[in-house]
């Protein structure tokens, strides 16, 4: 059975970081391209960054220069770096096989004073 778990979300101050964990089990991560997404309240769902098998990345133009996505092969775990956060950052995210129907439960991210 898959399973993807995100952690690391929570509340942070403008201008501040937070570094987001997605652990994968029952399948193999680094065979397949990985994103995270997110949704805020009353808002579609939006890709924030991809990485791909090879480690290529994309960013959604909203976060280019502030979010970095990374991976680790050998831990089976998807990492989103996310530094001079915003308010409108403040959503929940999540993690996702690209091509696939796995999803994780969620990590809320909240950005405010």
């Known amino acids: 059975q898959v399973q993807l778990v995100e952690s690391g979300g929570g509340l942070v101050q403008p201008g501040g970081s937070l570094r987001l964990s997605c652990a994968a089990s029952g399948l193999i991560s680094s065979l397949n391209g990985m994103g995270w997404y997110r949704q805020a309240s009353g808002r579609q769902r939006e890709l924030v960054a991809a990485?791909?098998?090879?480690?290529?990345?994309n960013y959604a133009d909203s976060v280019q220069g502030r979010f970095t996505i990374s991976r680790d092969n050998a831990k089976n775990t998807v990492y989103l770096q996310m530094n001079r956060l915003r308010p409108e950052d403040t959503a929940v995210y999540y993690c996702h096989t690209l091509g696939t129907a796995y999803w994780g439960q969620g990590t809320q991210v909240t950005v405010s004073s």
């Open positions: 990485i791909t098998t090879r480690g290529s990345t």
